[in-house]
């Protein structure tokens, strides 16, 4: 069975950090690019980051480029999101979600874990 | 930024009906354009990639269709269960974008 779990959302001040990381399980993980795609309290769906089946391909939204870091350990089956300098308007609902093309991707999320919710404030 | 519009924002249906919600990109994002569909406290489902490729397991009754700038989804044979937000989103360009969602609700 295919699996996508989130852990590590929290209340956070703003400008701390968070780590949120995403283990998966049921498919062959370095198989497929991954993406993060938040969604703050009543609003539409937004993209943040995505990452190659390999890790050497990454993409930002400009909103978080330079504060967050996408990372993958194929070894462990382990996405991982490093926000730095959290805003505010971080708030969201934090999912994981993997391509569904295997080797390269095609930008889309068809398996997606629960999500994890970030809190950011004073 | 690639900015996604869908029309119409809600729509109201009934069972049985045929519904078409349609998605434009303000600039050309080929055919890499994906629908989802978003219930109240769930992740959202992928049910089309590619404008017009189903995702295995979701019923025929979705259809998707379109490239270049104008995309449309089309849910025919109304089921309840249908009622939902709906997203679209462009993978052509980074950084990838979603419209705003279009709620739908079975009368």
């Known amino acids: 069975e295919v699996q996508v779990v989130e852990s590590g959302g929290g209340l956070v001040q703003p400008g701390g950090s968070l780590r949120l990381s995403c283990e998966v399980s049921g498919f062959t993980f370095s198989d497929f690019a991954m993406n993060w795609v938040r969604q703050a309290p009543g609003k539409g769906l937004k993209w943040v980051s995505l990452i190659s089946g390999s890790g050497r391909s990454i993409y930002y939204a400009d909103s978080v480029k330079g504060r967050f870091t996408i990372s993958r350990d194929n070894s462990k089956n382990t996405l991982y999101l490093q926000m730095n300098s959290l805003r505010v308007e971080d708030t969201a609902v934090y999912y994981c979600?993997?391509?569904?093309?295997?080797?390269?991707?095609?930008?889309?999320?068809?398996?997606w874990g629960q999500g994890t919710l970030v809190t950011v404030s004073s | 930024d690639v900015q996604m519009t869908q029309s119409p924002s809600s729509v109201f249906a009934s069972v049985g009906d045929t519904v078409t919600i349609t998605c434009r990109a303000s600039?050309?994002?080929?055919?890499?354009l994906a629908w989802y569909q978003e219930k109240p406290g769930k992740a959202p489902k992928l049910l089309i990639y590619s404008a017009s490729s189903l995702l295995s397991g979701v019923p025929s009754r979705f259809s998707g269709s379109g490239s270049g700038t104008d995309f449309t989804l089309t849910i025919s044979n109304l089921q309840p269960e249908d009622s939902a937000t709906y997203y679209c989103q462009q993978a052509n360009t980074f950084p990838y974008t979603f419209g705003q969602g279009t709620n739908l609700e079975i009368k």
């Open positions: 600039q050309g994002v080929r055919n890499y």
């Open positions: 979600a993997k391509d569904p093309h295997v080797g390269s991707w095609v930008g889309a999320s068809d398996i």
